[in-house]
């Protein structure tokens, strides 16, 4: 058998047995997701808080998914390092993380990446994906005191003012550079309510195949049973920078946003601006951490239970990676951005050297787009949002049905669906997932 077949095979049988081993770890996410605590803590999504509760267990559970491989349902560090592969840093000190290649899905080492814990402000990669693509970006939305109910206290906020007006385009900057809950919740309004808001994004999670996501709160404040992994948020990520208003939200290092309108003496009134900046500090740098060569995002976050949380984007030399770090022990400044550089240089320096321990699943009903060699897309082409006439677009895969068994039929749906395509031998794993050129960062 050619050898280029065999690895086909070989990554199929790979796929279907993950899959087919997951079915005992998917029953419905509102049930089965572990709380990370007894009760919320008072955090907000992107600063932590004085106020703590218990959180997560210390140790991985025995059973983790196995969706994407089945090493990467095991405790541990995972990796094949081969000849001329650089080791794996020897200080890493986080909970669970991830390094994989963004466009083949190639997943280069991971640890613990299974691992449900507590999200923080990442979670909001997942809310822009699910509701980004709703709203022109030149929609304006005059804020009502009802919007910003329901925030958790202490959060993170851009500033947003009850009775003045924002556009989508405005709003998505606060939840990005700011991590704005304030931002956050008035999207969420706009979208139906919090209420809708959490169920359509559970659902996308699922369409994801992001089956260790579980969302209580859109902007990832702590609440109990409000858990991801890296494995699922690295999902998101690669999902979103399909979208030209995500990739360029998530790689804006600063930006102006409206201020409070005041009147002067005279009785004319006028409204100023404030600059905000990107808290990535792989983006917009710090004083003991500079910006990390060839950034493009993505999302940061840190809460009482989480701890600190990154996923991250970076291209050198063509090669795209996504890492996502989550709760370092180690608690050095910038820590978590430290070990995510850390993470990409390796990354950088293995592509090609290593054997994948597994890979970034598809996201259902999309196995047959994205050809190899396909066209990146433009941002008329995917969706693009605010340009004169534009139309909402949906997320990556189509939407599901809600329920309570979600997760059980979601998968059996997978492994039936992979079942046909292998008897057929028409299913292809790992097939490059192209992404559109990423916007660079702005200086």
């Not at 001329?84 to 640890?111: N, Y």
């Not at 992001?210 to 702590?222: K, M, N, R």
């Not at 608690?331 to 995510?340: M, S």
């Not at 790992?430 to 559109?436: F, G």
């Amino acid at each position: 058998m050619p050898a280029p077949m065999k690895q086909t095979v070989r990554r199929a049988l790979l796929v279907t047995s993950a899959t087919l081993a997951s079915l005992a770890l998917t029953a419905p996410v509102s049930l089965a997701a572990p709380s990370p605590s007894p009760s919320p803590s008072a955090s907000p999504s992107g600063s932590p808080s004085a106020s703590s509760t218990a959180g997560p267990s210390v140790a991985p559970p025995a059973d983790m998914s196995t969706v994407g491989g089945t090493r990467l349902g095991q405790a541990g560090t995972q990796v094949a390092i081969a000849g001329g592969a650089p080791v794996l840093p020897k200080d890493l000190t986080a909970r669970s993380w991830i390094v994989a290649d963004a466009e083949s899905g190639d997943v280069l080492a991971s640890h613990n990446a299974h691992w449900r814990l507590p999200p923080a402000s990442t979670m909001k990669m997942l809310f822009a994906d699910t509701v980004l693509p709703r709203f022109p970006k030149n929609t304006v939305h005059k804020v009502d005191p009802k919007d910003l109910a329901g925030m958790g206290a202490g959060s993170s906020l851009v500033g947003i003012k009850e009775g003045e007006t924002y556009t989508v385009h405005d709003l998505w900057l606060g939840v990005f550079l700011r991590s704005g809950n304030d931002a956050v919740h008035v999207l969420s309004a706009m979208n139906g309510g919090v209420a809708a808001t959490v169920k359509e994004m559970n659902e996308h999670a699922g369409e994801l195949q992001a089956l260790d996501t579980h969302v209580v709160s859109p902007d990832g404040y702590d609440a109990p049973g409000q858990v991801s992994s890296a494995y699922d948020l690295t999902l998101f990520a690669r999902s979103g920078l399909q979208k030209a208003d995500f990739r360029e939200y998530c790689s804006t290092v600063s930006a102006k946003f409206p201020g409070e309108t005041t009147k002067n003496k005279k009785g004319k009134t006028s409204r100023g601006t404030f600059e905000i900046q990107n808290t990535n500090r792989l983006l917009s740098g710090d004083y003991d951490i500079t910006q990390y060569p060839g950034i493009a995002g993505v999302k940061n976050g840190n809460t009482t239970n989480a701890g600190a949380t990154f996923t991250g984007v970076a291209e050198r030399n063509g090669k795209v990676l996504l890492v996502t770090v989550m709760n370092p022990s180690k608690t050095d400044h910038n820590e978590v951005y430290k070990e995510a550089a850390t993470l990409l240089d390796w990354g950088f320096q293995a592509a090609g050297k290593v054997t994948p321990v597994g890979e970034l699943v598809r996201p259902q009903g999309a196995q047959g787009s994205a050809q190899p060699g396909a066209k990146p897309s433009s941002p008329a082409e995917d969706g693009q949002a605010g340009g004169s006439g534009s139309v909402s677009h949906r997320p990556v895969a189509g939407a599901v049905a809600g329920g309570g068994s979600g997760g059980m039929w979601i998968a059996l749906a997978i492994t039936g669906g992979l079942l046909v395509l292998l008897a057929g031998g028409a299913f292809l794993v790992n097939r490059r997932w192209p992404l559109p050129d990423l916007v660079r960062r702005r200086r």
